[in-house]
């Protein structure tokens, strides 16, 4: 049997998703202890919940946390501590079910999402594979470059991904070649953490990154799923669009970052000065140790084992300048990291990082050729925070590749 | 007082939109006949509507269009016969107000928003501006390229936009210019024509051009607000984001792709083959004659008259290879043409055409000289279906720049 995770959920943890089971058929807000998930409107009708004045009962009922993500600050604490006593008590047993007797469902309504490039080796990486040279991008230095993603695409860890069919060039080694039509020879992963928006940002307000850990609700792991094929061609001049928008691929349970706090950790030394409202003296990452697997044909090959210490701009960074042109953000929005790359080969997120745009390819445990991914290839994404023995973490973001459409 | 644009609301138009007044404080769907406004949930209440079976006077309560959106053509096609008749036979008197007494709100709730470059003129204009050379995109006569647009900033046609805040490169005639901090100094409009997606396309299926009006609701006006000097900077490698997250602006009224019909008018002919999903033998646009102007200081000028029929790529086209890769469509998603540009200065939909990227400004009716738009400025964007005769139309999208907001 897999891997439950358990681990992961310790009593420190108190993660948000959304739950149904044959017994309670209505998807709804949910926690996990252990093997134990908690249905979190039956337990908030215990006085310790009342207590805090906040219809919690009936935020919890609703199919998405998106009313509950944007509650303060204060609240979400209150009701994390209340969740630890109802389970230190044996209160919460009433209104828990084991895991494997569970469905878990996209945890929040997403109304826009966006997805960074805030890694230096990622940035660094990418431009060899596909240009040949180590370059950054014009802007790095000054703030993290980011596009806007497909939101209808955004399915929970589980949900196979069917290779996509799209136009591209033929062969990229050879110029001018033809541009043809069918299934996607260059599809990837890309290993990512992004930030759940909690309270809003109105639209024409701005944050500076020093405060913006006020507006994020928690994080989780995200694999966007990219062909680097259909990608290549589209990205001059606009940017990723059938290249990405086929599936993005999220944990169902939100970390939050009361949760993480102990373990913030450095985020590198910025290389040249910033704007002042960029400026965030405190510029932490979290210590999330990542770990990237292919499955293929029965057999696990860890791919990529990298820290989120790594990333040069940090959430906080992402969302000052996110906003800093006038655009809010809404509770529910989800805002990516882009690819988690170390500087060593075995810390690369992504494909085009490790196989050099499918050019080197690596050799995997049943002694195959990875340079994209098979149909039949299953990706595997775990972060689990500190050493895992601090029992939080984000179990796995998983999915299988399955055949390309018949037309 | 400002047109009303009661001429484009003939009996043959019948765009549904969402409105408010004092007396129907609750927003709500609704049409136009002229200037009356028509609230259709009442409207609904009436045998005419009952006979056609479907819970029309509940959705119509409902505050954005997207139930009705998803409706069959064929209840659509019915619907709209009703309100012609109970037009004709004065029924509809008693649900109505005056056009002045009414607010109009956003139609749709857009789950996803998504920005085209379909213009043959406005890609080569666009390269021209930013590169000095005249030069397709590599895919351009393969596809239409697209990126994914920000949704919680759009807005209905009256909201002011703010001038955004933002990182750019100086002056961007010195190679190797400093990037600073501050208001936007190359804000642009660009005029475009939107579909708003009527019955959804499920993830992982995909659709054929000729076969993408099924999925048309209708069409809006669009105006994409572009900041030149922010978006220069961020569009290697990822395309557009804060230069054109801040605010989109469209019409409240959605034109139905029923009204146009009889308005339909062949695109250009194909420069190079394409897919066979692509292919459209019947490959239309439609009649849609479009007029830009601004105005500063209470004066007029007319900055752009263009045809929609100039542009290459069809919303069939642009809806087909959306759905290509997998990517679900929802009632609602917003689908724009991109800037709809003819061959001739008259016919620049945007000022980095007009202007040369602000390089050679034009002169308005007041002497005063235009590169971009200047705090205070209005842009106003009309469209009418042929000569204006017909009683089908958009109306305005407008919106007049504030300063930037104050650090």
Same mark, same amino acid.
């Given at each position: ?183 996607? +020879?260059?599809? &990837? ?12 940002? #109105?639209? !024409?307000?701005? *944050? ?121 953000? +809404?509770?529910? &929005? ?12 075995? #810390?690369? !997120?992504?494909? *085009? ?55």
């Amino acid at each position: 049997m897999a891997d439950s995770y358990a681990s992961h959920f310790g009593i420190n943890n108190i993660p948000y998703g959304i739950a149904s089971s044959s017994k309670r058929t209505a998807p709804q807000c949910a926690t996990r202890i252990g093997d134990d998930i908690i249905f979190l409107a039956e337990l908030a009708e215990y006085d310790s919940f009342k207590a805090i004045s906040t219809p919690l009962s009936s935020i919890f009922r609703e199919t998405t946390l998106n009313t509950f993500a944007a509650l303060s600050k204060d609240i979400q604490s209150k009701v994390r501590v209340a969740i630890q006593e109802a389970h230190k008590s044996n209160l919460s047993k009433k209104c828990s079910e084991s895991v494997k007797d569970v469905k878990l469902h996209l945890p929040v309504h997403i109304g826009d999402f966006t997805d960074y490039s805030a890694s230096v080796n990622h940035v660094l990486n990418a431009s060899e594979a596909v240009r040949g040279i180590r370059e950054y991008p014009p802007a790095f230095h000054k703030y993290p470059v980011g596009y806007a993603g497909r939101c209808s695409s955004i399915t929970v860890s589980g949900a196979p991904v069917r290779r996509p069919l799209g136009q591209f060039i033929e062969d990229y080694t050879v110029p001018k070649n033809n541009i043809i039509f069918g299934p996607s +020879r260059g599809l &990837d992963y890309e290993l990512e953490v992004a930030a759940v928006i909690g309270k809003p940002v #109105e639209s !024409g307000t701005y *944050l500076n990154a020093k405060d913006a850990d006020e507006h994020i609700f928690g994080l989780v792991l995200l694999n966007d799923w990219s062909a680097r094929d259909i990608q290549g061609l589209e990205m001059n001049p606009l940017g990723p669009f059938n290249g990405k928008n086929f599936m993005t691929s999220i944990t169902p349970w939100i970390v939050t970052l009361e949760a993480l706090k102990p373990f913030e950790i450095p985020a590198p030394p910025r290389m040249q000065p910033v704007a002042e409202f960029m400026d965030d003296p405190k510029s932490i990452n979290y210590n999330i140790q990542l770990e990237g697997q292919v499955l293929r044909n029965g057999t696990q090959s860890t791919t990529c084992k990298v820290g989120f210490e790594t990333m040069y701009w940090t959430f906080r960074h992402m969302i000052a300048h996110h906003t800093i042109g006038g655009c809010g953000l +809404r509770s529910g &929005d989800l805002v990516a990291s882009g690819t988690v790359s170390g500087d060593q080969k075995h #810390e690369h !997120g992504c494909l *085009l990082e490790l196989t050099n745009n499918g050019k080197v390819p690596i050799t995997l445990s049943d002694e195959s050729e990875l340079r994209f991914l098979e149909d039949g290839d299953e990706v595997r994404y775990i972060g689990v925070v500190g050493d895992g023995s601090v029992g939080v973490g984000f179990g796995e973001c998983v999915g299988v590749v399955k055949p390309a459409r018949q037309l």
